[in-house]
């Protein structure tokens, strides 16, 4: 089962643990860097190893089977 889910940036970029964070992947920051570490997460299809890479619009980060789509703000 793949739970999909969009996320709206507030800015020009979010950082890929604070994204988990946001979309509710990960309990805190601290977390969220922990999948990064552990080779959990993928941004665009390709695993993604910097914990703070900048995410912007468009881009689609999957973690544990759930998957965020980012999204500019309306």
């Known amino acids: 089962m ?3 889910s969009e996320l709206v940036l507030r800015g020009e970029y979010v ?3 604070d994204l988990l964070k946001l979309a509710g992947i990960a ?3 601290g977390q969220g860097k922990l ?3 552990e080779g959990e997460v993928s941004v ?3 695993p993604e190893s910097r914990k703070t ?3 912007r619009a468009g881009q689609t980060v ?3 089977g759930r998957t965020v789509s ?3 703000p309306a």
């Open 2 to 4: 793949n739970d999909s």
């Open 70 to 72: 980012v999204v500019a």
């Open 53 to 55: 890479a900048k995410i």
């Open 62 to 64: 999957v973690c544990r």
């Open 15 to 17: 950082a890929l643990c």
């Open 44 to 46: 665009d299809g390709r």
């Open 27 to 29: 309990d805190s920051g």
């Open 35 to 37: 999948l990064i570490a």
